[in-house]
């Protein structure tokens, strides 16, 4: 764990390394040999497997977990409250999980409650609205005028 990192968890595995600016909550587990690059947050119940790299500028928040060998790439944004109010927060936050060795681009938006399937591809920049089964590959978004 880098010197400049803030490493509250007692649940991190063999060979990870945690680089300098991170903050990671005490409740995290995180597994064995996992590379979790600089500027990145994760909070309490958040679940990484071994071998994840989570490049810079990524915030995991409650209720997210990350299987085995999954990669994700800079300023991926996770969400875990579909409609969040300041001060105001839901009984119980959505699940968010990435199955064994999918891969998600710079940039990309996860909504709150997806399951991205086993080997699955989110190109960068992707908003994410629904779950992805395994194998599929996902890019783009599609923005629309709801109201």
Known sequence: MHQLSDVHSNNIGSGT??????????????????????????????????????????????????????????????????????????????????KKGASIGAGAIILPGITIGENAIVGAGAIITKNIESNEVFLGNAAKKIR
């Not at 995180?30 to 958040?46: A, L, P, R, T």
């Not at 299987?67 to 991926?76: K, L, R, S, Y």
């Open 17 to 98: 390394k945690i680089w300098q600016f991170c903050v990671v909550l005490s409740g995290a587990k995180i597994g064995n040999e996992c590379n979790i690059c600089s500027h990145c947050f994760i909070e309490n119940d958040v679940s990484i497997g071994n071998n994840v790299t989570i490049k810079n500028g990524v915030y995991l928040f409650d209720g997210v977990t990350i299987e085995d060998n999954v990669f994700i790439g800079p300023n991926a944004t996770f969400t875990n409250d579909k409609y969040p109010k300041s001060k105001i927060y839901p009984k119980e936050f959505l699940k968010t999980l990435i």
